[in-house]
């Protein structure tokens, strides 16, 4: 299976130990394989911009300093996550080893299925989370914090208005 930029919560649900671990440097321009796949070494070096790094399992074209790389795949290599929709668009084919890693990456089998998530797929059983369930618990004691604190502040301005009126004489008083 070839999963391309897939997000987390993708990942987590497959539980295979590959993960999300950033996007490549924008001054890192091409890429070399750096790894024993003999997919990725027969392509060889690939334009990286705009890629997202996975890590764990067997990891090729790593910006240097970094473990993650644009392409991961689990040892027993039945998934390979390629970070970057570059190598199989056709605005990215032309670009340097793009061709030849898409060709090899899903040419490997006499059966290919295109599967192109959307909308009906998601589970009907699934809720849709709502603000009250991203937000930390502790936000529910915020509201009426806030609430506290503004009539707090009304109470003190106006006091402080009603001050300040009585010590100066009316408009209509003076001479």
């Not at 390629?82 to 190598?87: I, K, N, Q, R, V």
């Not at 603000?131 to 618990?137: G, I, R, V």
């Amino acid at each position: 299976m070839v999963l391309v930029t897939p997000r987390l919560a993708t990942l987590k649900a497959l539980d295979t130990g590959i993960s999300q671990a950033g996007v490549v440097p924008e001054s890192t321009e091409l890429l070399a394989p750096g790894c024993g796949l003999s997919d990725p070494a027969a392509a060889g070096a690939v334009n990286g911009t705009g890629g997202f790094l996975y890590d764990g399992g067997t990891v090729c074209f790593s910006p240097p300093g970094s473990t993650a790389g644009l392409l991961a795949r689990t040892y027993d290599g039945g998934l390979t996550v390629l970070g970057s929709t570059a190598f199989l668009n056709n605005g990215g084919l032309a670009d340097p080893g793009h061709a030849a890693l898409a060709l090899r990456t899903l040419g490997n089998s006499e059966d290919l299925v295109w599967y192109l998530p959307g909308l009906g797929d998601a589970a009907a059983a699934e809720p849709t989370q709502t603000l009250d369930d991203l937000a930390p618990d502790w936000v529910a004691f915020l509201g009426p914090w806030l609430i506290f604190v503004t009539v707090l502040a009304i109470v003190w301005r106006g006091a402080a208005s009603a001050r300040s009126c009585l010590n100066h004489s009316p408009w209509w008083s003076r001479q």
